[in-house]
């Protein structure tokens, strides 16, 4: 296939190198002269493992070109991958102005172009991004409909620095966000063969998990960092705590708590928690993203009071009480706080849990209940016909 590749930074690079590896031609275009010079002489512009060897070996092959010219590189191309970066603006938010100005200009080179062309987007892109801003600028300066006249498409790039040719060999998954099937065609003929998942979403959620997997990296890091500082603050090995922590593969490092869900509570997380933060204040040991659990796990709690109220109905039906299915333990279940702050609000509110049974709770449990919800007896149903039928809200 003839591609091209705008932004010849790391992503750009590796991809130009392994795709005309595989026999593709590939033009790279990028607006510094220095990197387009180091291609041509078969010289890598990024410091990475086997780009050396790589970029020598296929300098030979006849199959790399550079421009500088986007027009003449989408002339000469089928399909375009995107990779120029996507820096932070002083706000925090995401500097666009490069992917930007870059539409305009693959737009305007469309203009003359008489048959359909593919744009893969590569770029680190906040959800919406391809959708709302990039196709319609490509839409306008090329006077072209997208979906019929040129394809707009978002493919998650997973390449780490130091490991990328590996990381390109050898990716996690393949994920096409794409709204047509002649882009997702185009890259399982040049990606279907690597050694793994080949997943075909909406252009949103492929934006969306390229954040969402890199968000969790940096949360993976800050979880073992500030564990690490507890446990030298309390004399303890971190090394030995992490390594076993990692070896549960049924809850630790499994799917296991990672379906989006309601809030968590029970007898165990949220004293834990609280024990935790308690023993690193007696030690002067800041734990800020410890500290800041509980208060996102209330704020879920909220959202779900205020869905309700903004549903403006006042008969509302819970199917569950307990902090979890499998259980009648009602301790901090979040369940019973979302009943308590229901009812406070003056809805009508029954109660469906086959576990739950008033009569046999015991201890702390029966006392939790009693002390949040005290005429909760009066609330829960055996059967959930009832629940349902006389409910506007579940």
Known sequence: MNISIFGLGYVGAVSLACLAREGHRVIGVDVDPAKLQLIADGKTPVVEEG??????????????????????????????????????????????????????????????????????????????????????????????????????????????????????????????????????????????????????TSIRAAEMVKYCCNNFHALKITFANETARLCEALGVDPFQVMDLVCRDTQLNISKAYLKPGFAFGGSCLPKDLRATLYLAKQRDVELPMHAGILPSNRAHIDRAIAKVLEAGKRRVGMIGLAFKTGTDDLRESPLVLLAEHLIGKGLSLLVYDPEVHLSNLLGANRKFIESHVPHIGGLIRRDLEPVIAESDVL
């Open 51 to 200: 780009m050396v060897e790589l970029m020598a070996k296929v300098a030979t092959s006849g199959r790399v070109s550079v421009t500088t010219d986007a027009e003449q590189a989408i002339r000469d191309s089928e399909l375009s991958l995107i990779c120029v970066g996507t820096p932070s603006a002083a706000n925090g938010s995401q500097d666009q102005s490069a992917i930007l100005r870059l539409a305009e200009q693959m737009g305007t080179a469309l203009r003359a172009l008489s048959r359909p062309h593919t744009f893969v987007f590569r770029s680190t892109l906040v959800p919406g991004t391809v959708e709302e801003v990039l196709r319609p600028i490509l839409e306008k300066s090329s006077g072209k409909k997208e979906g019929r006249d040129f394809f707009v498409c978002f493919q998650p790039e997973f390449l780490r620095e130091g490991s990328s040719i590996r990381d390109y060999d050898n990716p996690p998954f393949t994920i096409v966000g794409a709204n047509a099937e002649e882009p997702v065609l185009q890259l399982k003929s040049l990606f279907g063969h690597l050694p793994c998942d080949f997943h075909v």
